[in-house]
């Protein structure tokens, strides 16, 4: 029998397309949308290709603080730095517990895993409150150590970590110790470089958590200037003494899209890696 491998390779591709379009074509729109000025977008009869004021709607989403309170570029600056410091604070962190589990023997070693490990059952609502309290107690709301200190800490990382750890070789541990390397020098040496892949994974999945926090921001700032693009695009449409601008509204989604596609698309190479390496 001989295999008809043009049928074989077409219908896998055929239905990936399909998904795809169905996937992107929301996106689609929100592009177009945001090219056309406000009637063409308000009466319900948009056309399916790109208007003339992109341009325009962009400068305005970009420059203007009528709707959001703040520009989108400033918005988009706390949004940043807002999600570098969480994805950042929270490797280092789980670097950090996951090596002091794995490789040192102390007291309470597996009580202190499992306390950790806890901390994953409690969802952000039951936190909140008393997150909150010490975070307006140490005078951090307004302030980007507000939006990311509280945000820092993850199990599930620590616990990636600590996996990832267990798959190490005891023998690259015995010949550091031949070779005279410290705890310092073999974890900077030795186990960094080889947590590169699993670092590249975590860093993406956690830039697009921080960066699409909505409920911690909307509560810890409350001036226009600190909040972070996912509230701005809430309140452009929730607008009550005027019509919304849905044209500069779709124009701030596409612009609150393209960090985190900058993001997976630079290191798309080394999150796949990272998300299925296993054997060291």
Do not use: C
């Amino acid at each position: 029998m001989v295999e008809n491998r043009r049928f074989g390779t077409l219908v896998p591709h055929l239905v990936l397309w399909i998904g795809v379009a169905i996937v992107a074509f929301p996106v689609y729109l929100a592009f177009v949308a945001s090219t056309h000025d406000g009637a063409t977008v308000a009466n319900g009869q948009m056309p399916l290709w790109p208007g003339l004021h992109a341009a325009e709607n962009y400068r305005r989403a970009l420059t203007e603080s009528g709707l959001a309170g703040a520009p989108v570029a400033t918005m988009l600056l706390n949004s940043l730095i807002t999600a570098l410091a969480i994805a950042a604070g929270k490797i280092v962190i789980s670097l950090l517990s996951a090596y002091g589990l794995i490789y040192f023997r102390f007291p309470l070693r597996q009580t202190a895993f499992w306390l950790i490990f806890v901390t994953l059952m409690l969802p952000v609502e039951v936190r909140i409150y008393p997150t909150y309290k010490v975070a307006a107690d140490l005078h951090l709301l307004d302030s980007y150590a507000g939006l990311a200190l509280p945000l820092i800490a993850s199990a599930t990382a620590t616990l990636l970590y600590r996996q990832f750890f267990l798959t190490v070789p005891n023998e690259l541990v015995e010949a550091s110790r031949i070779d005279g390397a410290g705890p310092v020098r073999f974890f900077i040496d030795t186990l960094l470089p080889l947590s590169r892949t699993t670092t590249a994974a975590l860093f993406v999945i956690l830039f697009i958590y921080g960066w699409n926090q909505y409920l911690w921001p909307i509560l810890v700032t409350t001036r226009d200037d600190m909040q972070t693009v996912v509230i701005g695009l809430r309140k452009m449409t929730t607008i009550t003494d005027q019509l919304t601008e849905w044209q500069v509204v779709m124009a701030t989604a596409m612009l609150a899209m393209l960090p985190p596609v900058a993001v997976v698309v630079g290191m798309q190479r080394l999150f796949v890696r990272g998300l299925v390496e296993t054997e060291k």
